[in-house]
């Protein structure tokens, strides 16, 4: 079956650096995502990497490695508005629009 | 504003009776996908259609249907619910060709009793 792994649960401080890792088992390949969703919140985009390597999007990054089958979410200087559910997400195919999620590691920042 | 709207935002229903949940997006987004959340299992593809008339299933197709006649409009349709449907259904949008940005409703949660 097609599956990708997340943490359950994270903590951190304010202030702090915090990864969320991602490791998949996919039948193909076509890009890695993530998304953000705050409680009682409908899920919004992050980052897309295609590619191996460092994508950085402001206080969020996300790296991929291909030949690991895995990627992270790189979140710094925590804030307390980062306290949220994060989804990674893989493209599966490459003529479909077929998206597997994860299960979702959710945040909670802490004074 | 740029948004994808879907309706009912809350539904309860009981077993049996046909219902559809419907999805617009004004950005002309040639994809649009349904998705339900359930906890634990996070988000599951329902359907998907990259096209006007071209649709396609995704994960958890078992007891959905969809249609996609305009460019706009995605419904979403439980011809005979049941209690396992149970759930938080999102719709979203994207542009072809657009990566993987990706945008979607705020969510319909459905009680089928």
């Known amino acids: 079956g097609q599956s990708l792994e997340q943490p359950s649960e994270v903590t951190a401080v304010e202030g702090a650096i915090v990864q969320i890792n991602c490791t998949y088992q996919t039948s193909g390949f076509y890009g890695l995502s993530w998304y953000q969703q705050h409680d009682g919140g409908a899920p919004t985009f992050l980052s897309y990497?295609?590619?191996?390597g460092l994508e950085e999007t402001g206080r969020f990054s996300s790296f991929l490695s291909r030949s690991d089958s895995y990627g992270y979410l790189l979140l710094q200087e925590l804030q307390m508005k980062d306290s949220a559910s994060y989804f990674c997400a893989v493209r599966s195919s490459y003529n479909t629009d077929k998206l597997i999620f994860g299960t979702g590691t959710r945040l909670q920042v802490f004074p | 504003e740029a948004q994808v709207t879907q309706n009912p935002r809350y539904l309860i229903t009981v077993t049996g009776k046909k219902l559809t949940v419907t999805c617009s997006q004004n950005m002309n987004h040639e994809y649009m996908s349904w998705y339900r959340q359930d906890p634990g299992l996070g988000l599951r593809q329902i359907y998907y259609?990259?096209?006007?008339?071209?649709?396609d299933k995704g994960d958890v197709p078992e007891g959905y249907k969809v249609s996609r006649k305009e460019k706009r409009n995605f419904p979403l349709i439980l011809e005979s619910p049941s209690p396992n449907q149970t759930s938080l259904y999102f719709c979203a949008s994207k542009e072809a060709g657009g990566g993987e940005t990706q945008y979607f409703g705020p969510g319909t949660r459905l009680l089928v009793l």
């Open positions: 259609s990259m096209n006007v008339e071209v649709t």
């Open positions: 990497n295609a590619l191996d």
